[in-house]
């Protein structure tokens, strides 16, 4: 059973630029390299200098996300 139901964000979530809109800097998933199209954490690991470029960037993030997961399952098994 599926509706066909369909909000404005969708059509936007799933849009790309092209190469051709006039972008000179397209990055990674065909967005503009400005800044202001980042995740704030993208943004603020770059503006600090801790990454170059917004693939590096979000490395980081998932190294971030691993080791918090590897913290709390040590925790977890350390207390139960």
């Keep these: 059973m599926s509706s066909n139901v369909e909000f404005e964000g969708d059509d ?3 849009t ?8 000179a800097g397209s990055g990674f998933s065909g967005q503009s390299s400005s800044n202001d199209n980042q995740p704030k954490m993208v943004r603020w ?3 600090n200098g801790l990454a ?3 693939a590096t960037a ?4 998932i190294g971030v996300i691993i080791v918090n997961v590897i ?3 040590v ?4 207390f139960l």
């Design 12 to 14: 936007m979530k799933y």
């Design 16 to 23: 790309m630029k092209s190469p051709s809109s006039g972008s």
């Design 45 to 47: 690991l770059m503006n």
């Design 52 to 54: 170059k470029s917004p």
């Design 58 to 61: 979000q490395g980081i993030l």
């Design 71 to 73: 913290i709390t399952y």
């Design 75 to 78: 925790l977890i098994d350390y």
